[in-house]
């Protein structure tokens, strides 16, 4: 049971936008930054957003976040095959001084 | 180039130990916090410890805290794992991570696996 809940699994047709949720609580979600990682088959993760909405270099703009309470969203538009992973969304927990991820969800871009 | 490199994973039998080496290069390591995260096979992202850039603060997760150590060596760019008394559960894919002032896990390795089993 991950301290951060995410749907298991979400579609959509390329070209599409999707969405993906991530709720977790005032010790976690509600007083930190979050961040999403991307997650590609038989690779390591990848940081995709920083500080709730902040892209790194080399992450393209169709990849958004945004947090509002206690609960965070990551977006992606004008989907691509290529976009088929897993996505994790992290924060820190500071009533448990502890690092604490959602369980993933899986993009199908069907 | 950026970049973490994990090393000292492997076979290992129920109740024993092993040491995971992460070497860092293209930054300079003694200014960052680190991290330990593993993923069973199939399964999600875990974090299991953290240590600051001096070293002097180190949490652990519920999961591995009074069985692994993590530590640093800034001198030789190196991050460590000691894991004792291991478990089937223990088995997984370990990274270290570099993380930035905001917990955002920034830089990953590649990852080294250790398998619990008799």
């Known amino acids: 049971q991950s301290v951060l809940t995410q749907p298991p699994s979400v579609s959509a047709a390329p070209g599409q936008k999707v969405t993906i949720s991530c709720s977790g609580s005032?010790?976690?979600?509600?007083?930190?930054?979050v961040s999403w990682y991307q997650q590609l088959p038989g690779t390591a993760p990848k940081l995709l957003i920083y500080?709730?909405?902040k892209r790194p270099s080399g992450i393209p703009d169709r990849f958004s976040g945004s947090k509002s309470g206690t609960s965070a969203t990551l977006g992606i538009t004008g989907l691509q095959t290529g976009d088929e992973a897993d996505y994790y969304c992290?924060?820190?927990?500071?009533?448990?001084?502890?690092?604490?991820f959602g369980g993933g969800t899986k993009l199908t871009v069907l | 180039e950026v970049q973490l490199v994990e090393s000292g994973g492997g076979l290992v039998q129920p109740g024993g130990s092993l040491r995971l080496s992460c070497t860092a290069s293209?930054?300079?390591?003694?200014?960052?916090?680190m991290n330990w995260v593993r993923q069973a096979p199939g399964k999600g992202l875990e974090w299991i410890s953290y240590?600051?850039?001096?070293?002097?603060?180190?949490y652990y997760a519920d999961s591995v805290r009074g069985r692994f150590t993590i530590s640093r060596d800034n001198a030789k760019n190196s991050l460590y794992l000691q894991m004792n008394s291991l478990r089937a559960e223990d088995t997984a894919v370990y990274y270290c991570?570099?993380?930035?002032?905001?917990?955002?896990?920034?830089?990953w390795g590649q990852g080294t696996m250790v398998t619990v089993s008799s």
């Open positions: 293209g930054f300079t390591f003694r200014s960052y916090e």
């Open positions: 500080d709730n909405n």
């Open positions: 992290g924060t820190w927990d500071s009533s448990r001084s502890a690092g604490v």
């Open positions: 240590i600051d850039s001096s070293g002097n603060t180190i």
């Open positions: 005032s010790s976690n979600i509600g007083n930190n930054y």
């Open positions: 991570t570099r993380t930035t002032a905001d917990y955002d896990f920034d830089i």
